[in-house]
């Protein structure tokens, strides 16, 4: 079986091993940099072990850091 593939080859995987996760949750894991993933085009690819990793440390805060200073300007 391949450990890489797309959000639906992934969550495709998930069911049959029964892990009871929605297309949805990939996804958004994805766009909140709680799952890694590379793109090709507009595919996401995503490492099966990755997405074990997630389920089983939990729901942790998202990687991504959008927190910017304000100017002074802006106040």
Do not use: H
């Amino acid at each position: 079986m391949v450990d890489t593939n797309t959000i639906t080859g992934t969550f495709n995987r998930a069911q049959a091993e029964n892990l009871g996760i929605s297309r949805n949750f990939i996804r958004s894991a994805c766009l909140d940099g709680r799952l890694k993933y590379s793109k090709a085009g507009k595919k996401y690819l995503i490492y099966y072990p990755n997405l074990l990793e997630l389920l089983k440390n939990g729901d942790q805060p998202p990687q991504k850091q959008n927190i910017r200073k304000l100017n002074e300007r802006m106040l």
